[in-house]
C-alpha cells in the first residue's frame, strides 16, 4: 500500500532552517509527482511547492522562493523540504503529499502524517 | 486572503441537502483549470472528495457531487449525516501564480 512516513516534529528558532524527509513506499517513486502542503494550527490548506522525482523539476508557492527548497533523493525513495529564514508565521504542519497521474493537474491522492514544525524564540 | 473564496461555515440537519461554493476568477477555474474537492476530518489528513470537477473517487458515495460553471464551482452533499462533518476545501491551479491554489476551507456542521 502507498505510504509516505515523514520525519518527526521540529522545534527552530527565528532565523533558523528547517529540513523535513518524506519516505515514499509502495508505487513507483518516479511515476509521480510529490508536493508539499502546510496548514498553520486552526486554519486552512496552503500549497508549498512541487517536485518531479523523475527529472527533479520544481515549483514553489511564490511567496516561499528563495525560502523553500524541494529536493528528492531517488535511491531512498525519500523527498525533502529545506525552509530557511523561519519566522513565526511559518508555524505550521507541513505535509508530504503525492500527486495523482492522468489530467493536466491531478488531485493530491495520498498523504504524509504531517510533520508540525514550531518557530519560537 | 484566499484566492479561492468558500463560506467559512455551512450547517443543515440530518438527511438535508447542502451546497458549498468555491468563487475563482479567470486565471484559475475561469480559465479552464480542473477543480478538486477535500474532506478533513478532525485530527485527520485532507481525503479527496471529488476530483475534475465531478469525478468522485471509489469509496466516495454518490451523495456527494461537484460541478463547476465559469469562474466558480460547487461541491453538494444530500442526505446528510454526522459523519459529514468535517473541513471541506477546493483546490484549482492559477495561471497568473503558476501554481496550485486552495479555498479557505468551509466547516460544515451537523445539526
Known amino acids: 500500500q502507498v505510504q509516505l512516513v515523514q520525519s518527526g516534529d521540529e522545534v527552530k528558532k527565528p532565523g533558523a532552517s528547517v529540513k523535513v524527509s518524506c519516505e515514499a513506499s509502495?508505487?513507483?517513486?518516479?511515476?509521480?509527482?510529490i508536493t508539499w502542503v502546510r496548514q498553520a494550527p486552526g486554519q486552512g490548506l496552503e500549497w508549498v511547492g512541487w517536485i518531479s522525482p523523475h527529472n527533479g523539476d520544481t515549483k514553489y508557492a511564490r511567496k516561499l522562493v528563495g525560502r523553500v527548497t524541494l529536493t528528492t533523493d531517488r535511491s531512498t525513495k525519500t523527498a525533502y523540504m529545506e525552509l530557511r529564514g523561519l519566522i513565526s508565521d511559518d508555524t505550521a504542519m507541513y505535509y508530504c503529499?503525492?500527486?495523482?497521474?492522468?489530467?493536466?493537474?491531478?488531485?493530491?491522492?495520498?498523504w504524509g502524517q504531517g510533520t508540525l514544525v514550531t518557530v519560537s524564540s | 486572503q484566499s484566492v479561492l473564496t468558500q463560506p467559512p461555515s455551512v450547517s443543515g440537519a440530518p438527511g438535508q441537502r447542502v451546497t458549498i461554493s468555491c468563487i475563482g476568477s479567470?486565471?484559475?477555474?475561469?480559465?479552464?483549470?480542473?477543480v478538486h474537492w477535500y474532506q478533513q476530518l478532525p485530527g485527520t489528513t485532507p481525503k479527496v472528495l471529488i476530483y475534475?470537477?465531478?469525478n468522485r473517487p471509489s469509496g466516495v458515495p454518490d451523495r456527494i457531487s461537484g460541478s463547476k460553471s465559469g469562474t466558480s464551482a460547487s461541491l453538494v452533499i444530500t442526505g446528510l449525516q454526522a459523519e459529514d462533518e468535517a473541513d471541506y476545501y477546493c483546490?484549482?491551479?492559477?495561471?497568473?501564480?503558476?501554481?496550485?491554489?486552495f479555498g479557505g476551507g468551509t466547516t460544515l456542521t451537523v445539526l
Open positions: 509502495g508505487y513507483t517513486f518516479t511515476s509521480h509527482g
Open positions: 475534475d470537477n465531478n
Open positions: 503529499v503525492r500527486i495523482a497521474v492522468g489530467g493536466a493537474r491531478p488531485p493530491f491522492d495520498y
Open positions: 479567470t486565471s484559475n477555474i475561469g480559465a479552464g483549470n480542473d
Open positions: 483546490q484549482s491551479y492559477d495561471n497568473s501564480l503558476d501554481g496550485r491554489v
